[in-house]
Nanobody, 110 residues
Framework: ARPVESGGGSVQAGGSLKLSCDVS????????MCWFREAPGQHRERISF???????TYADSVKGRFIISRDSAKNNLYLQMNSVQIEDTALYYC?????WGPGTQVTVSS
């Protein structure tokens, strides 16, 4: 078992997309959760993190455009992506309690 991302797909630049991650079995108030992404030919990048106190951090590359949130009752982690750019094209992973999902592809076109 592992977390499972959903909501990826194709979107035009300037548009929005919301990713979800089912973290059932990997959710705990003792664990931080985060989103990573990996673009072709680039290193994996942590783009957002929410800790056990709900303190949130963002990478500079997405700050002001992406919003991380979680619904503990539903064991879901979310990533709202606004004003997407071509550079946001990547495979997006959620991580909870050290467990990684398989990723969901986001492709941004002009």
């Amino acid at each position: 078992a592992r977390p499972v991302e959903s909501g990826g797909g194709s979107v035009q630049a300037g548009g929005s997309l919301k990713l979800s991650c089912d973290v059932s079995g990997f959710a705990s108030r003792r664990c931080g959760m985060c989103w990573f992404r990996e673009a072709p030919g680039q290193h994996r990048e942590r783009i957002s993190f929410i800790d056990t106190y709900d303190t949130i951090t963002y990478a500079d590359s997405v700050k002001g455009r992406f919003i991380i949130s979680r619904d503990s009752a539903k064991n879901n982690l979310y990533l709202q992506m606004n004003s997407v750019q071509i550079e946001d094209t990547a495979l997006y992973y959620c991580v909870s309690c050290g467990a990684w999902g398989p990723g969901t592809q986001v492709t941004v076109s002009s």
